[in-house]
């Protein structure tokens, strides 16, 4: 925490030497010096401190633009989107940072998480004679590259497909291209992604 002008004012009056001619007057000109004094060291320290905030990309304000430039944001991702806005390029910035700690499971959950979504990664395996009736018919073709399916939590504001919508567009929008976008980014080359969207109860 930065130490104020009265804490500065008051570690001045404890260092200054004893005697009549140091006698602090308030509206005197010793007084003016010593509260300059106290007033630009309370500055300095204030900006001293800002620094640790500056060096975090979650709370930057001041260097938040170098953040983007050193990880070239906005991406394809955003760039797809009209007017990104300032808290849209920091998700991504946060989900480029993080994106290095392994592509697991939980690394994509985690990565939803930064990006503001609840998130649930499920693998498919063949089905075969040793499953339970349960289990989904799963085809080889599943397991011949890594699928990941996504369950995304959904606010319920889905855009259903109409006649207005071309035919390459998908039968529901959930407001979520930029997650998708930066997820399929990351995902290796041989990994599959499907997204699944489950509304809150």
Request: charged share 25%; hydrophobic share 40%.
């Amino acid at each position: 925490m930065a130490l104020t002008e009265r804490d500065y004012s008051h570690q001045i009056d404890e260092l200054l030497p004893r005697g009549p001619i140091w006698k602090r007057t308030p509206g005197g000109a010793l007084d003016a010096v010593l509260y300059a004094l106290g007033r630009e060291a309370a500055r300095v320290d204030a900006r001293i401190n800002q620094v640790i905030e500056e060096a975090d990309p979650r709370t930057s304000a001041e260097e938040l633009s170098r953040w983007f430039d050193d990880y070239g944001i906005p991406s394809a991702c955003l760039e797809a989107i009209a007017d990104p806005s300032q808290e849209q390029m920091r998700q991504e910035l946060l989900a480029k940072i993080t994106s290095n700690l392994g592509l697991t499971a939980a690394f994509f959950e985690s990565l939803a998480g930064t990006l503001g979504y609840q998130a649930k990664v499920t693998t498919f395996t063949e089905h075969d004679v040793n499953d339970d009736v349960e289990h989904p018919l799963y085809e080889k073709q599943w397991t011949t590259v890594m699928t990941l399916g996504i369950t995304i939590r959904s606010n319920g504001n889905a855009e259903y497909l109409d006649v207005t919508w071309g035919a390459d567009e998908p039968l529901a929008r959930w407001g979520n291209a930029l997650l998708e976008c930066v997820i399929r980014a990351l995902a290796p080359a041989h990994v599959y992604v499907i997204f699944m969207y489950e509304e809150d109860a």
